[in-house]
């Protein structure tokens, strides 16, 4: 638990937030801010700042079980649509909260490049 961490306040109940799937080690909140019909928000409890601290640390396991996880919740949301899964990483990718966390982006068409 980082007490600076907005993420870890809503995973210890400090701050409301729409939790849609919890397990032990995981848990997939809605995005306050949806991009999509469906924006939820997949990460570990634990708190990594950013996904290269998440590789660097965990076991091949984990890091497969966090990507079902969100693998999981997008194509239930997608409906045989598909769905995108994003990890913002650092200021050049887009970070703003240092709580590694995987984006499940469904319901609409994505375009690509991203901006
Ligand atoms: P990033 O920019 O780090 O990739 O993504 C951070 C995401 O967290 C953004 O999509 C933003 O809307 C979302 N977010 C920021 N603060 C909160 C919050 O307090 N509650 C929830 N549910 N989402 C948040
Ligand atoms: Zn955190």
Redesign the pocket.
């Known amino acids: 638990m980082d007490p600076n961490c907005?993420?870890c306040k809503?995973i210890a109940g400090e701050?409301p937030?729409?939790v849609i799937d919890r397990d032990k080690d995981f848990i997939a909140?809605?995005?306050?801010?949806?991009?999509a019909p469906t924006?939820l928000?997949v990460m570990p409890i634990k708190h990594y700042p950013n996904l290269n601290a998440f590789i660097d640390v965990l076991s091949n396991t984990v890091i497969a079980r966090l990507f079902a996880f969100a693998a999981h919740l997008g194509a239930s949301a997608g409906k045989g649509a598909g769905y995108r899964i994003?990890?913002?990483t650092g200021p050049n990718?887009?970070?703003?909260?240092?709580h590694l966390?995987i984006?499940v982006l469904a319901g609409r068409h994505m375009s690509w490049p991203p901006g």
């Open positions: 907005i993420f809503i701050i937030a729409t909140i809605a995005d306050v801010n949806p991009q924006h928000l994003v990890i913002n990718g887009g970070q703003s909260v240092d966390h984006h």
